[in-house]
């Protein structure tokens, strides 16, 4: 419960705090209507169990949504080498 608690406060650090540090919370920071959002839906909760975090499902960015699994392939063979 204790790793729970950190791992939200954490995140909420990282996100919201962070844009509202750089003076940008109106507009960053939260997921809420008008507001630009990159975000990554993961399948389990890494509160809970922190391997979960490779359970990456998709990610989207500026608007569009990308199959995780599909990007690890196209990459595969190429990270790490430049």
Do not use: W
């Amino acid at each position: 419960m204790q790793f729970e608690y950190a791992f939200v406060k954490a995140v909420h650090i990282a996100t919201a705090n962070g844009a509202q540090f750089i003076g940008e919370l109106d507009r960053i920071g939260t997921l809420a209507v008008g507001k630009a959002a990159d975000i990554v839906v993961i399948r389990g909760n890494p509160a809970a169990n922190i391997i979960d975090t490779e359970k990456v499902e998709i990610v989207c960015k500026d608007g569009i949504g990308y199959d995780s699994a599909k990007l690890i392939e196209s990459v595969k063979g190429l990270v790490g080498l430049r």
